[in-house]
T-cell receptor, first 110, second 113 residues
Framework: EAQVTQNPRYLITVTGKKLTVTCSQN?????MSWYRQDPGLGLRQIYY???????DKGDVPEGYKVSRKEKRNFPLILESPSPNQTSLYFC?????????FGPGTRLTVT | GENVEQHPSTLSVQEGDSAVIKCTYS??????FPWYKQELGKGPQLIID?????GEKKDQRIAVTLNKTAKHFSLHITETQPEDSAVYFC????????????FGKGTHLIIQP
């Protein structure tokens, strides 16, 4: 079954405490992306990756890092989280067109 | 870059009636237009898509139309049912776009019993 998995699904943390959200896909897609979803703003792309070791900034990259050491994994790293990064995060993978989303990670930074 | 506008932001219809959600895009090079449905607590799921060489596509109660000249596309849901209540997103992409989709801001569809 085609699947994108994310962990954790829910996370409450404090300002400045580094965290990583993992993402994995089983479709052998070259392309992967991270989005954040906020009320009234829709889905905004944070970072994307075109292949192993190839990443680029999306629309809202500030405060985030990513890495792509393996094709199936694309972790999102918040080195020093701040309250304005409280949001719902989605990982996605895609071929040339169809994009598949993970179930989401709800992050709260206090 | 691409910019996608979606209207309305909220749509309430009576069960059994039709619902129409409209999107416009800015990049004439965009050639793939998917629609996603997002239910509470879940990630967006692809429900229908259309490529730029096609004007209309149907799948049971849902259909999508595309007007390339005007750069707009629409989602049509007929005979709406309670399970259609969700947030719907349109999106656009240029073929092979590595940077992924550009999304509209979403429409909250409410089906009134």
């Amino acid at each position: 079954e085609a699947q994108v998995t994310q962990n954790p699904r829910y996370l409450i943390t404090v300002t400045g405490k580094k965290l990583t959200v993992t993402c994995s896909q089983n479709m052998n897609h070259e392309y992967m992306s991270w989005y954040r979803q906020d009320p009234g703003l829709g889905l905004r792309q944070i970072y994307y990756s075109m292949n192993v070791e190839v990443t680029d900034k999306g629309d809202v990259p500030e405060g985030y890092k990513v890495s792509r050491k393996e094709k199936r994994n694309f972790p999102l790293i918040l080195e020093s989280p701040s309250p304005n990064q409280t949001s719902l995060y989605f990982c996605a993978s895609h071929g040339a067109y169809e994009q598949y989303f993970g179930p989401g990670t709800r992050l709260t930074v206090t | 870059g691409e910019n996608v506008e979606q209207h309305p932001s909220t749509l309430s219809v009576q069960e059994g009636d039709s619902a129409v959600i409209k999107c416009t895009y800015s990049d004439s090079a965009s050639n793939y237009f998917p629609w996603y449905k997002q239910e509470l607590g879940k990630g967006p799921q692809l429900i229908i898509d259309i490529r730029s060489n096609v004007g209309e596509k149907k799948d049971q109660r849902i259909a999508v139309t595309l007007n390339k000249t005007a750069k707009h596309f629409s989602l049509h849901i007929t005979e709406t049912q309670p399970e259609d209540s969700a947030v719907y997103f349109c999106a656009a992409i240029s073929g092979g776009g590595a940077d992924g989709l550009t999304f509209g801001k979403g429409t909250h569809l409410i089906i009134q019993p």
